[in-house]
């Protein structure tokens, strides 16, 4: 995720403006390179040059990198968290103190410069600091703002949901192998025609509903297939698997 934000920023934005530092010495030096981005050798050094901190870092590691950071934090610091699960609180709390927190749940389409990112922030972060942040995530796809109590939700259904996403395009483009096409060639047709849906609802502002009855014709094979899917519980599978999601959030947060 990191090696994504790197990637969109420095497309809209000047490289000289982004200081990465990772303990993987090669992964950093390789983003450098690839990206003109500034290389700094220890977490003091990339503190020092930077007024907007993101931890691109696994959750079971935050409080190990936090603590850590407490030496080098300057008040103005904006600390912008990326991981499922941890709170402002909980950064404030590793921090020892008020601390300007934005805390954020991006996911892996940012790759492709279509991300979606939902944002919140602490009382300390100003509106202007926090458009500034909304704009680094701007630059890897779309945002939202949410209370920070919908993060878990979040997570279900965005975060996480590439992957339920991913599943179904295999799935689909089975079938289609199933009935004679090449594998490549279905999951080409499969993931454009996930791509284009999910653009319909977005641009349309049509209820996903409307739009799937546009496409059900009466007797028609389109509502062949949503029968099916009815009778196999798929609202229910999904329903259940967010639900999943969200509560696995709430268990790595306590």
């Known amino acids: 995720m990191g090696g994504a934000l790197i ?3 420095s497309k809209l934005h000047s490289a000289k403006n982004v200081f990465i530092f990772d303990k993987d010495a090669e992964k950093a030096e ?3 390179l690839e990206y003109g981005v500034n290389l700094c050798d220890s977490l003091e050094d990339v503190m020092a040059s930077s007024e907007i901190i993101v931890l691109a870092v696994k959750p079971n590691i935050y409080e190990v990198v936090l603590k850590e950071m407490k030496e080098y934090r300057k008040d103005s610091h904006i600390i912008v968290s990326i991981a499922a699960g941890i709170s402002i609180d909980f950064i404030e709390t590793c921090l020892a103190g008020p601390a300007k ?4 749940m991006p996911n892996t389409p940012a790759l492709v410069n279509e991300g979606m990112t939902a944002l919140s922030k602490n009382a300390s972060v100003s509106d202007e ?4 942040v909304i704009k680094l995530f701007k630059s890897v796809g779309i945002t939202e703002i949410v209370d920070e109590t919908l993060m878990g939700v979040v997570t279900g259904i965005s975060g996480s949901s590439p992957a339920y996403i991913y599943m179904i395009i295999e799935a689909m483009a089975d079938g289609a192998v199933l009935h004679g096409m090449p594998r490549e060639k279905a999951y080409t ?3 454009q025609a996930v791509l284009g849906s999910a653009r319909m609802v977005l641009e349309t502002g049509k209820h996903p509903g409307e739009l799937k009855d546009m496409v059900c014709s009466p007797g028609g094979t389109t509502i062949e297939a949503v029968a099916m899917l009815e009778r196999k519980s798929i609202r ?19």
Do not use: P
């Open 129 to 132: 600091e926090f458009e500034n």
């Open 30 to 32: 390789s983003l450098s």
């Open 101 to 104: 927190v934005v805390r954020t």
């Open 189 to 191: 047709i499969a993931s």
């Open 7 to 9: 990637k969109g920023y």
């Open 236 to 254: 229910s599978a999904i329903i259940d698997a967010v639900d999943a999601c969200v509560m696995k959030n709430q268990k790595m947060k306590k």
